[in-house]
Each structure stands twice: as structure tokens, then as C-alpha cells.
């Protein structure tokens, strides 16, 4: 058995508005066969930019409220929602709330996320 604590990794900052941790997946503490998971904290007006990827992916969110958009269709989110993502469709999700917003991530199959080091870049997102 393997256990971390989130508050163990220090993550990334994005310019985006929000710091994630790769709780399992590449270079992370713990690594599984087939997946990817993180937590991300995305400050008051902060984003996931808009990117679009090979793998399916699940939101989770924790606490705060905000707004997504998948595939071109815009809705409101909040803590306790759970929203799918099927593989290349276009996603966005934001903070609109005064205070932070937490989710979890979940994708497969295992890989690092081109989105990140174009972001990291100053690259758009699409």
C-alpha cells in the first residue's frame, strides 16, 4: 500500500489562475498502470483554458462553484458535480465564485498533458 498526502505536493502554478498536483501519473509520488488523477485549485477568476485531448476525463468538484464548457455546450457547476469528458472535445472550466474552487481529475489512458506545457508557454489553448 502507497499513501501521499495532497498537501506533500507542491505542483505547478499555472498563468491560467490555478496551481494542480499530479496525485498518480507520470513523475508523481505514486504511479498507476493505466490513468492519470490530480487535484487543482483554481483561485477566484482562474481557469482550465480551453485545450481538447486524446484521453476521457472526469471532473470532480470539491468545493466552489464556476462554470464549464464542453464541446461547445456552456454549464454551471458546483461542489459535488461530476462531469464526463469524452476524448477530443474541446473543454473549459472556470471560476466565477469569490473563493476557490477544488477539483479532482481523472484521465486515461496515461499520459502527461500537451495542454500544461503549452499553457506553461504562453501558448493558446485549442
Not at 485545450?51 to 464548457?69: P, R
Request: some cysteine; aromatic content about 8%.
Amino acid at each position: 500500500m502507497e499513501i501521499i498526502n495532497v498537501t506533500d505536493i507542491a505542483g505547478m502554478e499555472f498563468p491560467a489562475g490555478r496551481r494542480t498536483r499530479v496525485m498518480v501519473g507520470p513523475g508523481a509520488k505514486l504511479e498507476a498502470t493505466n490513468f492519470v488523477m490530480g487535484h487543482v485549485t483554481i483561485f477566484p477568476g482562474g481557469s482550465v483554458p480551453i485545450h481538447s485531448h486524446e484521453q476521457e476525463e472526469v471532473y470532480f468538484i470539491v468545493e466552489g462553484e464556476g462554470s464549464i464548457e464542453v464541446g461547445g455546450e456552456p454549464r454551471a457547476v458546483r461542489s459535488g458535480d461530476c462531469i464526463y469528458i469524452r476524448p477530443h472535445l474541446e473543454h473549459v472550466l472556470t471560476n466565477s465564485g469569490q473563493a476557490d474552487m477544488v477539483m479532482m481529475f481523472c484521465y486515461s489512458p496515461k499520459t502527461v498533458a500537451a495542454h500544461w506545457a503549452q499553457e506553461m508557454k504562453g501558448a493558446d489553448q485549442a
